[in-house]
């Protein structure tokens, strides 16, 4: 049993270089466990409230001084003398000392810098891995990585309308082959690009951020990108999108810019399906608003079988928006993102929920990372099967995908991989026609 001594916290600076939170817990015996918090561009509506400062002068609004504040005055006295490992415990008074239903009193980027210290501090304590520590011990899987190869929407000047254009390695029988594919196909990707004289550099996440016509040009690309890299599409390697349809929706219509269409949900929803029978689609993440439940419903309706629907700005990390996802039948798949929600036990709730429903958790980073690689080691305790981090490059991203290696080492014998069998449930529309 060790007690929480003091907590710090201060701002560092995100990959875009914005500022953010950092917090240390220092526990007895000298230990300091650290929580760092990620920061999103393509925000859902329903997420918790990520608190800035909004003064004009100090970072052109976006300093975090206030949450910094919340940690070291209110946070503080509620948390430092309280036992390091009783993290449901610490993280239910950090959620009473705020009393607001989104975490807008003292900031969902600072409950969830505290929350992720402890977590931290709290392996650090019992000298285990972090993910034994979250895990109970009980965590032993790798998780298939869902690998950006084009960026566009919100992270990229909405060049492209679709946010992630991913790859999946569907073929890999280990964490490292997967790996091996990904590198194999986005460095043949960057050359194709380059001969054709279209790159233009590289989107928020890494991927790359192509002169296209249109969206479609970039899953014609990525086919290509497969083929040239030597894989098979569809069988080797699988696409995954994320639309982060809320930004394409005014309301009305799902716009398309850089296509020059506007859609309303009906066709939008039919465009969606035209694609999964064409193109070797094995995933679609928030296809659809995060409002437009009916819309979600006929989709859910029509393409759950066939393949992954997973809710990202849909349930937030929320389990009264996943159950009642869950409810309605819209989706298969549910996003994880620890800062949408604001705390640890929170988000291993929102795991929980998915998996006992038979639905997929993929756990994921935000588009402004840090260094840090708590989201590895979520993936692995909580047995998710699947992780999305962006791309194959910058180190915000590679330090996550780096840990997991390191992780597979210290689970060693232990260690599972189960690969595209994830998906072993759906029957791909493609090439089904
Ligand atoms: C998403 C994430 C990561 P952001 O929408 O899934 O790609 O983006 O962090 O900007 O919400
Ligand atoms: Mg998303």
Redesign the pocket.
């Known amino acids: 049993m060790m007690k929480i001594r003091s907590l710090d916290a201060y701002q560092i600076f995100d990959s875009r270089g914005n500022p953010t939170v950092e917090c240390a817990v220092g526990v007895e015996a000298g230990l300091v466990g650290y929580g760092r918090v990620?920061?999103?561009?393509?925000?859902g509506q329903f997420e918790a409230l990520e608190l800035r400062d909004n003064d004009p002068t100090r970072y052109r609004g976006k300093s975090v001084f206030a949450a910094i504040n919340h940690i070291t005055d209110t946070i503080a006295r509620a948390v430092v003398g309280r036992e390091v490992c009783d993290q449901d415990a610490i993280d239910a008074s950090l959620i009473e000392l705020d009393g607001t239903e989104n975490k807008s009193r003292l900031g969902a980027n600072a409950i969830l810098a505290v929350s992720l210290a402890v977590a931290d501090a709290g392996a650090k304590t019992k000298g285990c891995a972090l993910f034994e520590h979250l895990g109970s011990g009980k965590g032993s899987l790798l998780p298939l990585p869902g690998v950006?190869i084009v960026g566009g929407g919100?992270?990229a000047h909405r060049r492209l309308d679709i946010?992630?254009f991913l790859l999946v390695a569907n073929c890999a029988r280990s964490y490292e082959e997967a790996l091996e594919v990904t590198h194999n196909v986005y460095r043949t990707a960057a050359e194709l690009l380059s001969q054709r004289g279209l790159v233009a550099g590289v989107a928020?996440?890494g991927g790359y951020w192509p002169q296209f016509a249109g969206n479609e040009a970039a899953l014609e690309f990525i086919v290509e990108a497969i083929r040239v890299a030597g894989y098979a599409p569809g069988k080797d390697c699988s696409i995954s999108l994320?639309f982060?349809a809320s930004n394409l929706f005014d309301g009305r219509c799902y716009r398309l810019d850089a296509d020059n269409r506007r859609l309303s949900s009906e066709q939008f929803i039919d465009f969606i399906v035209d694609w999964c029978r064409r193109y070797p689609i094995i995933s679609i993440?928030?296809p659809l608003a995060d409002d437009d439940w009916v819309a979600w419903r006929q989709l859910g309706n029509k393409l759950r079988r066939h393949v992954q629907i997973v809710g990202?700005?849909l349930f937030t990390t929320n389990v009264r928006r996943i159950q009642r996802g869950i409810e309605d039948g819209v989706a298969n798949a549910v996003?994880i993102?620890p800062n949408q929600i604001g705390t640890v036990s929170e988000t291993l709730a929102a795991i929980e929920m998915t998996k006992n429903c038979g639905w997929q958790p993929i756990i994921?980073?935000?588009?402004?990372e840090t260094e840090d690689a708590f989201i590895a080691h979520l993936a692995v305790a909580t047995n998710a099967g699947q992780i999305?981090v962006?791309s194959f490059s910058r180190g915000e991203r590679m330090s996550k995908w780096n840990e997991l290696i390191r992780i597979g080492r210290v689970l060693g014998e232990r260690g599972r991989f189960r690969g595209a069998r994830v998906f072993d449930s759906l029957s791909p529309l493609y090439r089904k026609i």
Do not use: V
């Not at 994921?364 to 402004?368: F, L, T």
């Open positions: 990620p920061c999103g561009a393509s925000t950006q919100a992270h946010q992630d928020d996440e994320d982060a993440e928030d990202d700005d996003l993102k994921s980073a935000r588009s402004g999305k962006g």
